[in-house]
């Protein structure tokens, strides 16, 4: 979603540059054959971070969730010449779906697809990384971070999805809402953290920005 007026928006996005086709594409096809495609990051986000990712210039890149492969594809426009960016999703059923954009690209051979649980993979993982898009099951937000900032270079950056939920972070909670009760807490966390510097930008449905000291 987004909290700006629907005009705003539209000018916003006709004044930013346009997807590429592949993008396009995916995007297409997500919508037309995949439950809950508001999940997909779109073509503004996707441009975001994009930008993000050719502004570090990363050498490794870990996404936590990867649904049908969008977001990777826009991370992986900035990996340096020889980077690597790892995809985690447990899903299996879009594992197929993601893997045919991946195959696609130009980065077909950068992109690392990894089906299973994030909180069991990242463990595994003997990399450290520039940077990292956090966008899975939000219950686990502050897990997924607890697992990766001893795992993230100096300066590397942590881009967490959908912190601001609809708005509901602001709103009374209902008390079985989990993942509304685990985002308030962990954007309270990693605001309180020492170890990284926090920035919240009301872009779409919230991203955060943390830079790792």
Partial sequence: MSFLPEIIDA????????????????????????LNPRMLSGAYQGRLLSLFSKLIQPKTILEIGTYTGYSALCLAEGL??????????????????????????????????????????????????DLVFIDADKANYATYFDLVINKMNKGGIIISDNVLWSGKVVEKINPKDIDTISLVAFNKKIAEDNRVETIMLPIRDGLTICRVK
């Fill in 11 to 34: 000018y916003i996005s006709k004044h930013t540059q346009a997807e590429p086709k592949l993008l396009q594409s995916l995007n297409k096809e997500t919508w037309q054959k995949v």
């Fill in 80 to 129: 340096s010449g020889k980077g690597k960016l790892i995809t985690v999703d447990k899903n299996e059923e879009l594992e197929g779906f993601a893997k045919k954009y991946f195959d696609k690209s130009l980065y077909k051979k950068q992109i690392e697809q990894i089906i299973g649980n994030a909180v069991e993979v990242i463990p595994t993982l003997n990399s450290k990384f």
